[in-house]
């Protein structure tokens, strides 16, 4: 048994969404600065190597916490952890300015959290 496997199935879930993400926002963003003179088909399969390890990552944390969770469970905690990744690098990576919306749209994960967890 792997370390990851001793784990209860939240935090692996959790774990392996966290880590899909990184590679996700990566993939989505991070040509923005690293590939901005490149052609866009270069950006566009650039990512669509980095999203390879995200699907990796992503696939099987769906399938250890449908064990668990609901489908819409784990696409709210999805949408979380998307979230909680997206704005440090879109402040420390892109160097864009961190707003109040970040707050704000947090809040309102916290209620999506609440209404698709409470009666779990």
Not at 54 to 64: F, G, H, K, S
Not at 78 to 85: C, K, M, P, R
């Amino acid at each position: 048994m792997t370390f990851l496997q001793s784990l209860p199935v939240s935090v692996q879930t959790v774990f392996l969404l966290l880590l899909s993400n990184i590679f996700m926002t990566f993939a989505w963003y991070g040509h923005l600065r690293n590939l901005a003179s490149a052609p866009w088909y270069v950006a566009a399969l650039v990512s669509w190597g980095i999203a390879l390890f995200e699907y990796l990552l992503q696939v099987p944390a769906n399938r250890i916490g449908f064990t668990q969770f609901n489908v819409g469970q784990l696409k709210i905690l999805q949408e979380v952890i998307t979230l909680a990744v997206f704005v440090p690098f879109s402040v420390v990576y892109l160097g864009q300015p961190l707003k109040w919306d970040y707050l704000w749209a947090g809040l309102c994960m916290v209620g999506a959290v609440y209404f698709i967890f409470r009666n779990a």
